[in-house]
């Protein structure tokens, strides 16, 4: 009898673990070869994304920058060309990133929550489009390839976190 009760309590807890909801996914890498890997898994446990810093110059993404709750990330890429950047508005996210790439990262464009559409770069090249893969997700960290251009870029999608004291 004892060896029937633990038997249909390890298959209720295979079942639950097996409905249990996803939540995490990626989009990527979209561009070019070359550039050295960066990855700011790590920033996404200072808060949500909360602004964003793109130097462009006449062709490509040139650099970039992240703000997850109150700081920054590291930059990634060059110096060369004009640097933008953009604030999101209190719990805005972003859902959406398209752009366009051909060897290097030559536009992108973060669409939020708000409705709010934010342009970055040049409208050539081959196109992507990226979103999140389940339901009520949103993008907490990039990753990609850098040098003097932004080479590729990825995207990774989650919920947005629960505890953001420090947003």
Known sequence: MLTIAILALLCASASANAIQARSSSYNGEYGGGGGQRFSHSG???????????????????????????????????????????????PGESVIQVSGKYKYYLRKLVFVTDKGRYLPFGKDTGTSFNAAPLYPN???????????????????????????????
């Open 43 to 89: 920033n996404q446990l200072d808060g949500p994304i909360t602004a964003i810093r793109i130097r462009v110059n006449r062709y490509y993404i040139v650099g970039l920058q992240v703000r997850y709750g109150k700081q920054w990330s590291e930059y990634v890429g060059g110096s060369q060309g004009d640097l933008e950047e953009i604030f999101l508005h």
């Open 137 to 167: 997700t949103v993008l907490r960290f990039i990753s990609g390839r850098s040098g003097s251009l932004i080479n590729a870029i990825g995207l990774h999608w989650d919920v947005y976190p629960s505890d953001c004291s420090s947003c």
